[in-house]
């Protein structure tokens, strides 16, 4: 395996489990009190745009050459970084 399929594949398992964490979330929404439900629901919004733009990367990644991959990657570990960081901020927030 080149480090460009282990890279996509990296990406891909986080992007997975990230999906799983915004389902989590989307359940606890369904069982909060109105108030709190637009709540979550905007901030799952916010987040699955943020993993659409993970998915989309991904995607051109996938596409990219064995030479272009590394150009492309940075957007990828972008993305990928700040859906991680607003799903953390939204599972704290959603703790309280």
Do not use: P
Not at 22 to 31: E, G, H, P, S, V
Not at 55 to 74: P, R
Not at 85 to 96: D, G, N, V, Y
């Amino acid at each position: 395996m080149d480090n460009k399929d282990a890279f996509e594949k990296k990406h891909e398992a986080k992007i997975e489990e990230m999906k799983a964490e915004i389902d989590r979330l989307k359940a606890k929404a369904k069982q909060s009190e109105a108030e709190s439900e637009i709540k979550y629901e905007e901030k799952i919004s916010e987040l699955e745009a943020l993993r659409n733009d993970a998915e989309t990367k991904l995607e051109e990644v996938k596409k990219s050459s064995k030479d272009a991959w590394s150009d492309v990657s940075k957007g990828l570990e972008s993305a990928t970084e700040s859906l991680s960081t607003a799903l953390k901020s939204a599972s704290q927030q959603f703790k309280k």
